[in-house]
C-alpha cells in the first residue's frame, strides 16, 4: 500500500519537473511535495497511524522518497538557471557589435582632472616636469624620509590608514618627494599630483579622500622669492583674475621656514560660508624650503641646493574654480553634479 503511493507520487514528480519551465514552476512543485501539506509531508503525517512494528520500516520508506524529492527539485532549479544562461548567450549573439553606438550618453572629465591638467600645464610652461607616484607607500616615505621620526607629534596631524602589512595609504603627495629626489638628483624642477587618504570627520571642505597637487623646485640660490613668484602666476593662470593671498608661518617638519598659503574663499567672497568654515579664507597650500634633512635623505648635496616645495589642495582648488560649495559632491559619483561639466 505505501509502495503503491509512493511510486504514484514518484511518477507524478516527474512528470511535473519534465513540465516545468521557470523557478516559480518549481516552487510551486516544491509545495506540493514537500510543503506543509505536501504530499511527501501527509505520508508523514501518517507514520502515527502505522502500528509500531512497522514504523521504522515506514519512516525509512519516506525518508528516501523525502531525499529523492529534494534531490530532484534541487536539479531541476540548477537545470532551468542554466537553460536561461545558455539563452542569453546565445540570444547576444544576434546582436551586431559593428552597429554605430549612440553617444548622447557621452561622459564628462571630473572637474578634479580638469583643474590638475590646467595647474599640469601652467607648470609644465615654466619648466617642471608632471611626476605619477604610488598610493600605498611605506612608512619611510610618507614620515622618515620628510623628517617626521616615529613618534614624532606631527604625524597626529595626518590621521593614517595602516595597512596589515605595515604599508599605508599615502596620506600626502609629500611622500613621494624622497623618490623624485633621487629619480633626477639636482636641480630639478617636478609637481606629482596623486590621491591621498586620511581618516577624517567629513564635512563642506574635509573628505577623506582628497588630492593634492606637490610641487618642488631644487637648483642653486632658490629662495623663497622663488617660491612665491610661482604660486602666485599658477594662482593668477588658474583663476584668470586676481586672487587675495595671505601667507602666515606654518608647520611641517620637512620644510624651514614653512608657510601656510590661504585665498580668499571664492564662495563667499571672503565674508564666511561652511565652504571656508566661516573664516573668508581657505587654506590651500602649504609651501616652504625643504628642510636640508630632507634633501640629504634625498640624497642631494646641500652645499650646494636649497629648494622649496608645496603642497596644494586640488580637490580645494577645483571648490573654488567652480564654484563648488560642499567638498562631499565631487567624491559623491552623483551624474548630476558631473554631467555640468559636460562642455568644459
Ligand atoms: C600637507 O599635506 C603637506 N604635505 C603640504 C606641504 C607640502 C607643506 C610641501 C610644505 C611643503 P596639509 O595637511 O595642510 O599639508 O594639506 C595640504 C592641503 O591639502 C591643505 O591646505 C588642503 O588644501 C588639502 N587638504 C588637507 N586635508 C584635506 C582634506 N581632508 N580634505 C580636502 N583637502 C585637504
Known amino acids: 500500500m505505501l509502495e503503491e503511493k509512493i511510486s504514484g507520487i514518484r511518477a507524478q514528480l516527474d512528470a511535473a519537473i519534465a513540465e516545468a519551465k521557470n523557478p516559480s ?16 509531508t501527509d505520508l508523514m503525517k501518517e507514520l502515527k497511524d502505522v502500528p ?6 515506514y519512516g525509512q520508506k519516506i525518508n528516501v522518497i523525502k531525499k529523492e524529492a529534494e534531490d530532484k527539485i534541487k536539479e531541476a532549479i540548477a537545470a532551468i538557471a542554466k537553460k536561461a544562461e545558455e539563452e542569453l548567450v546565445n540570444s547576444a549573439e544576434q546582436y551586431d557589435i559593428t552597429m554605430p553606438v549612440d553617444f548622447t550618453g557621452e561622459g564628462s572629465y571630473h572637474p578634479i582632472t580638469l583643474v590638475q591638467r590646467e595647474v599640469e600645464e601652467v607648470f609644465a610652461s615654466m619648466g ?4 605619477d607616484y604610488l598610493e600605498i607607500v611605506d612608512d619611510y616615505k610618507c614620515f622618515e624620509a620628510l623628517n617626521i621620526p616615529k613618534h614624532h607629534p606631527a604625524r597626529d596631524m595626518q590621521d593614517t590608514y595602516y595597512l596589515d602589512n605595515g604599508q599605508l595609504l599615502k596620506t600626502h603627495t609629500s611622500a613621494a618627494q624622497n623618490a623624485i629626489m633621487r629619480k ?5 624642477r617636478a609637481v606629482f599630483p596623486g590621491r591621498c587618504f586620511r581618516n577624517e570627520n567629513t564635512d563642506a571642505c574635509h573628505e577623506n579622500t582628497f588630492f593634492q597637487m606637490e ?3 631644487i637648483d642653486e640660490n632658490i629662495s623663497i622669492s622663488n617660491l612665491i613668484y610661482f604660486m602666485k602666476t599658477m594662482l593668477s593662470e588658474v583663476f584668470k583674475q586676481d586672487i587675495k593671498v595671505r601667507l602666515r608661518p606654518g608647520f611641517f617638519p620637512f620644510v624651514e621656514p614653512g608657510f601656510e598659503l590661504d585665498i580668499s574663499c571664492l564662495i563667499c567672497g571672503g565674508e564666511g560660508c561652511p565652504s571656508c568654515k566661516n573664516s573668508g579664507w581657505l587654506e590651500l597650500c602649504p609651501c616652504g624650503m625643504i628642510h636640508p634633512n630632507v634633501l640629504k635623505a634625498g640624497g642631494i648635496d646641500t652645499d650646494k641646493y636649497t629648494g622649496f616645495a608645496f603642497g596644494l589642495g586640488l580637490t580645494r582648488l577645483a571648490m573654488m574654480r567652480y564654484g563648488i560649495k560642499d567638498i562631499r559632491d565631487l567624491n559623491s559619483g552623483n551624474l548630476k553634479v558631473l554631467d555640468q561639466f559636460k562642455n568644459i
Not at 25 to 40: F, N, P, S, T, W
Not at 184 to 188: E, K
Open 52 to 57: 509500531n512494528d512497522q514504523k521504522k520500516e
Open 215 to 217: 610641487g618642488m623646485m
Open 128 to 131: 617642471f616636469t608632471i611626476e
Open 184 to 188: 633626477y638628483g639636482a636641480p630639478l
Open 25 to 40: 514552476d518549481i516552487e510551486a512543485i516544491r509545495v506540493q511535495y514537500l510543503g506543509k501539506k505536501g504530499l511527501v
